[in-house]
């Protein structure tokens, strides 16, 4: 278990992928504190970690509100003596066309993406340094052939890929290390636009060479855990789209 002993933070943990990824992180022996704001959902993580033999801490946790991610730090830091690996998952998604989105809509997308993963890096950051791991979740909605509809959410991706650049670049020297991910995942988010977008959701999938949206454990997780440990040591300050082929970052 190649994470034995190493303390991971998840946000977003109640469902989906940030639910994949804390199965997966435990599966590989870290303990995990889940997170999110729905405590019965981060229960149902939590327990299931523990039926798998792992260990986890659910946690409420606001990512909009600094003083809630400051008092789910310290939980963390209190119940388990620091964090080696922090994934920013969590994220409020603003879709819509550009004179339909309202400002709230807007900033509710900033203030739960690059803002939320700026504060909680920033506040790990102690705890992080000498052998630190960051997974911050991008998505390749930038990358999109028609970005009508996205602009507001690939705008707030866009700004969590730049700052996990900056934090490789201005922490490396720290042994911490700071990568982003761009997922295709079936979460309930992923499984409801497809319910609801039926053509558009079929040209998706018929633009991924794999044809199939990713499992949020088996595909998303088992990677974030694999990026987690030190096979991963020198991969740093990327963007790494998991999206079966989709997505050309070039």
């Not at 260990?55 to 809630?68: D, I, N, Q, T």
């Not at 998952?89 to 709230?104: F, I, K, S, Y």
């Not at 509710?108 to 993406?113: N, P």
Request: charged content about 20%; proline content about 4%; aromatic content about 6%.
């Amino acid at each position: 278990m190649s994470l034995q002993g190493k303390i991971a933070l998840v946000t977003g943990a109640g469902q989906g992928v940030g639910q994949g990824i804390a199965f997966a992180l435990a599966a590989q022996g870290a303990r995990v504190a889940v997170t999110g704001r729905t405590l019965s959902k981060l229960e149902t993580t939590a327990e299931e970690i523990r039926s798998r033999g792992g260990e986890a801490l659910p946690l409420v946790c606001e990512v909009k509100s600094p003083e809630s991610i400051a008092a789910c730090v310290d939980a963390v830091v209190d119940a388990w003596g620091g964090v080696n690996i922090l994934v920013n998952n969590a994220q409020e998604v603003p879709l819509g066309r550009l004179h339909d989105l309202t400002d709230d809509a807007l900033m509710a997308g900033w203030e739960s993406g690059p803002m939320a993963t700026f504060r909680l890096m920033k506040l790990c950051y102690p705890y992080l340094k000498g052998d630190g791991v960051i997974i911050n979740l991008g998505s390749s909605a930038a990358k999109r052939w028609d970005m009508a509809g996205y602009g507001a959410y690939a705008a707030a991706k866009e700004g969590i890929r730049a700052l996990t650049r900056a934090a490789a670049c201005e922490w490396g020297p720290d042994n911490i290390r700071c990568n982003a991910i761009l997922p295709h995942a079936m979460s309930p988010g992923m499984e409801w636009w497809i319910n609801n977008n039926p053509e558009e959701a079929h040209e998706f999938l018929s633009q991924i060479p794999q044809r199939r949206v990713g499992d949020c454990e088996q595909d998303i997780g088992r990677f974030v855990a694999l990026l987690c440990t030190d096979g991963a040591n020198y991969v740093n300050g990327q963007s790494i789209a998991l999206d079966g082929g989709q997505a050309f970052l070039g």
